[in-house]
């Protein structure tokens, strides 16, 4: 095996900066060098390499490095993946190792039909959110979320971070938006009639969160005045920014001159009135992080929240609502997914059926605390998380996936349409 430490700038960046999992696409890198090795087992290697911008700014990533003088990635062999398991505390020499086909932040395989083991490829210094949750729902007996069976982290230096874990895996029929993008085609009703069930499981993932009241990194807490008004201002800030990064031309479509028409429509939004206690959320919310079980029930998955905010982001406690408006528009986004995709039209008021449902199904199983007191404060508080959801894949869209940019743009223009 070579030593990555060896490695040069221009190798470590052929191994990085192409992969999914790079969140920095698009950023002037200036060299890479590895700063860590975390883990030197056997045949295993981890090493964390530090890559460096023009800017002066940095980033970290962990590479996974097995036996040859091959450079590639091998977090895939069977050999690494078996051996990080069992520093987990997961015996899994010699598993068989399926990859889930499918591109993601991080990395993912199964062992044996048993086990899911996932590499966390961005590292920043501090608690993992995902392990918090997990450990957090584990403690609650929430039984919609995967067992969590094993971790392996590191004290540093240079990082004291997560850098595997380990968790059953969920014997399921398919992904939320794998299985709602299927049915177009057979069976448009199948996911407003499982809508309900999934706002009553998200409720109770809610409540599970707010459970634990002597955790000051899970209590629920009152927010202060100003907090749905600093919100707004958020809004505000990120629509602003979305706007002034696109690319000109044709991108910003019907609404480019319309900024002034959104601030007005976040202004009016922010004066829902109190918000409900903000607690620990999944943070990353939608129908790609469900899984619809063989015994016909929702599992939440992927706890580490949404990869392009920064690590104190995701462990903020916010207002619920904002998974419910995560969750509101991936269904909007797979109506217009389906045409993009498969040219397949949904039932004319499809996403409406499945979002009346959905939160129907987490009223009537809500923690009332974590709420608005009034109906109109929630519609109003949960249309303002849309909205900045919308600015948020707006951007990710035009600088990841531009032919996709469409389904927020529409998503903006029906927003202001229904607020005219």
Known sequence: MRDPRALSSDELLGLVSEARWFAAKGRVVESAEVVGLPVEDGPVVLAIVEIRFTTGTHEHYLLAFGEGDELVDAFERPEVAGRLAALSGVRAEGARVRSFGVEQSNSSVVLDELHVLKLYRRLEAGPNPELELLRALAASRFENAPRLEGALETPGPPLETALVTVTALVPAMGGGWELTLGSF???????????????????????????????????????????????????????ATTFATMPEGDALGAVAHRLEDLRDLVQELSGSGPSGLAIRTHGDYHLGQVLWTRDGDWVVIDFEGEPARSLPERRRKRSPLRDLAGMTRSFAYAADAALLLRDVEPPEGWADACREAFLDGYLAASDERLLPPSRAGFDRLLALFELEKLAYELRYEARNRPDWASIPLVGLLRMLETAA
């Open 185 to 239: 085609e057979d069976d448009p009703s199948w996911l407003p009639e499982r809508a309900w069930r999934l706002g009553e499981v998200t409720a109770q993932l809610h409540a599970a969160l707010a459970s634990h009241d002597g955790d000051p990194h899970f209590a629920p807490e009152e927010p202060s005045a100003e907090t749905i008004g600093l919100l707004g201002a958020a809004v505000e800030e990120e629509i």
